[in-house]
């Protein structure tokens, strides 16, 4: 088995992961009579993000894969940064993303009755005390790397008197902070988590789902791993940095002898130009500078579907990066590479102008349409065909034309000629200049002969562009979305704060460009290719009388270059 799995070619057979091959072991084994249950253990404290899906790609694909059963834990043991729209939110992002966890939604509050009684019992067994010590008296406690901590001078509180307090602790008889229950473990080992860890604490706090019943929560290490025992978790994966926390959960599970789930920790995917981490990502929303959780340039789910992603080609993308047991970075063009390679099978081509000049065509009779044919997709012919009106006035794109072009300019200049996409050769013949020496009008000819025939009989010239017909175009907003930070790194530098790397480009809106009218049907979400523009997908904002169109990505293609 070699430590690290490279990075393969989407599409490609691969061979087992890691985490497979131990399921797969334990299958062969026996182990918990061939069972296999997952769980995804978010904190309802921020939206999910794309490393949230590679997480829960891989707890509900290991279940999928082997005929187990996911799980869905809130894990809400902090009352103070939770929020029920949160739970919505992330609840709604697995649905889209094509899993279900039937009715099996739990919440780590579900268990504050159980974790309660799982604390008496290991102050009963003398394996815990109620501690006085203040927060920074616990810290001038602690030794180092190779030294001891100091043991609080609680710590051996008779079992009696551990048991009142905590009793007394749980029925609201002190003040915040004033009190801890700690773990009486081992105040010299290398493993800080096992010096005596704090397992409660009083809060006076409402929780979103137990309201006012409890005034001390229990801490993320106390609640996690029991919450997986108790539900009977045989493979509960994690990312590395819970690899100290491990044999905390282990002497957990021995010293109160319940279900031994057996943790199995992964590399978290960091993603470049991207920051992944939820307190970060709330505070580019609270500052503004992004416009809400959903924003296209947010690497939450949220804001990929808003941004046209769609679930298969974030699955292709958690499945192509693999699993790893060491920290690496993934190019963020290879997210870009499996959502255009997933549209390309299935986003319908129209056409769609962003920065339109006036084209009119000369000898082209006044008042006339012509409907002309054209295909939807050429990757997918069952997709079809539809007509285009054709007319004397169209709108092109605005740098298509060159009065002065270079050498190898294939698109349209005084005295060449272009192929109008699906329709004549045209040649133009003159331009039409405001004041300010704007061109305002590019006036052509067309032969009326390009478009007789089949594709094969036809007339070929080296250019093709893409156009609307002025009279039946639509007018729409088209946002064009860059990289949120310009630093590939953006989180990574010491001295500066991650924002002082936002793109300040990394939004362009473009209010009047010009599409093709059978858009007028697109529905929120639909996914399109604007030809030779790129991908693009209907915003929400979208109305009928305002049309508003991201893109998703463009149609240059800088992964598979790089990895031929
Ligand atoms: P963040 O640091 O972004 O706030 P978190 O780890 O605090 O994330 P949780 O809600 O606790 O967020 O995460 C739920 C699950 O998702 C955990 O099992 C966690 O290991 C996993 N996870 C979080 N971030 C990533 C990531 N970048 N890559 C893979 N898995 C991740
Ligand atoms: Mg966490």
New binding site residues.
Partial sequence: MTEEKEISKPDEPRSLNFIEQIVEEDLKSGKHGGRIQTR???????Y?????A???CLDFGIAEEYGGKCNLRF?DTNPITEDTSYVDAIRKDIHWMGFDWEDREFYASDYFDQLYEFALKLIEKGKAFVCQLSADEVNASRGTDFEPDIPSPYRNRPVVENLDLFIRMKNGEFPNDSMTLRAKIDLDSTNMHMRDPILYRIRHARHHRTGDKWCIYPMYDWAHGQSDSIEGITHS???L??VPHRPLYEWFINELEIFPSRQIE?????LSYTI????K?LQLVNEGHVKGWDDPRMPTIHGLRRRGYTPGSIRQFAETVGIAKRENVIDVALLEFCIREDLNKQAPRVMAVLNPVKLVIDNYPEGKTEYLETVNNPEDESMGTRLLPFSRELYIERDDFMEDPPKKFFRLSPGSEVRLKSAYIIKAESVEKNADGNITAIHCTCDPESLSGGEEARRKVKGTLHWVSAPHALSAEVRLYDRLFNDPDPDGHKEQNFKEFLNPDSLTVLPDCKVEPSLKEAKELDHLQFTRLGYFNVDPDSTADHMVFNRTVSLKDTWAKQNQ
């Avoid at 995804?40 to 921020?46: S, W």
């Avoid at 999910?48 to 949230?52: A, D, E, M």
């Avoid at 992964?266 to 960091?270: D, G, V």
Wanted: hydrophobic fraction near 40%.
């Fill in positions: 995804f253990p978010p904190e309802p404290n921020g999910l993000h794309i490393g949230h590679k997480a829960f894990d994966l994690c990312t940095e819970f992964f590399a978290r995917l960091n992944m981490s939820k307190r990502l």
